[in-house]
């Protein structure tokens, strides 16, 4: 890092940590957003999943480690009423990441409500989203948060993290919860799920919101800031 003449990071949060932890020039780090594949995370008019899902359910995507607070949201979910988990069940998608034997203990104690797919294509998640009544990422960390914009290109209503670097991915197209509090995410979700008029304003926010990252923009904006570099 101290060699390098410029760092390029994903979001201005991740900056304002560069400049606040390293001590680095402020002008030497350029943020470029991360983009969406708009070719594989899109609305499908007739989706056909080759895994097995509820008719209604709840997504959340993300490794199973302790940044990603899985045990908050499994808290949270275990709080709504029977209805509602009769309902809609929790699907989880994800490698398992590193910490995660009290979450998978969890998964194991509800079995009957909670579904764990373990890691799945790019292809095949891009149904899930298609299919998901709700998407929620409880994150309390991420330098990014691209799950947040590839569900809102599948046009999936987003109930997500006001942590870190979400809320500036994820615009006024989300609603948003304090990952610390096990009670605000339950109440969120319930919020969104029973909120019908919410939903379609949701979801066309975040389909307006998602075209606005795309890897071409990611990349004409890494080339610029190559020629800069270069040119200095």
Not at 38 to 46: A, L, P, Q, S, T
Not at 158 to 170: H, T
Request: charged fraction near 30%; glycine fraction near 6%; aromatic fraction near 10%.
């Amino acid at each position: 890092i101290i060699k390098s003449d410029m760092i390029i990071t994903g979001s201005e949060f991740s900056k304002k940590e560069i400049i606040e932890r390293l001590n680095f020039d402020e002008k030497r780090v350029k943020v470029i957003y991360h983009g969406v594949n708009h070719n594989i995370f899109r609305v499908y008019e007739d989706v056909k999943s080759d895994i097995k899902l509820p008719k209604k359910f709840i997504l959340s995507v993300g490794s199973i480690e302790p940044r990603k607070n899985l045990s908050g949201l499994l808290r949270a979910y275990n709080l709504l009423s029977d209805e509602i988990k009769a309902e809609y069940k929790l699907v989880l998608v994800g490698f398992k990441g590193w910490e995660n034997s009290e979450i998978m203990q969890l998964i194991d104690k509800n079995a009957d409500n909670i579904i764990y797919l373990g890691f799945i294509s790019d292809e095949e998640l891009a149904k899930v989203y298609n299919l998901a009544t709700l998407f929620v990422f409880a994150s309390f960390y991420e330098g990014f948060g691209l799950p947040v914009l590839e569900a809102m290109a599948c046009a999936t209503p987003v109930v997500c993290s006001n942590s870190s670097s979400i809320p500036e991915v994820g615009g006024d197209a989300a609603l948003y919860f304090n990952p610390q509090n096990v009670e605000d995410i339950k109440d969120k979700i319930e919020t969104a799920l029973r909120d019908k008029k919410l939903q379609p304003q949701m979801i066309s926010k975040g389909l307006n919101r998602a075209k606005e990252f795309s890897w071409e923009k990611s990349a004409k904006q890494h080339a610029e800031v190559f020629k800069e570099v270069l040119g200095s």
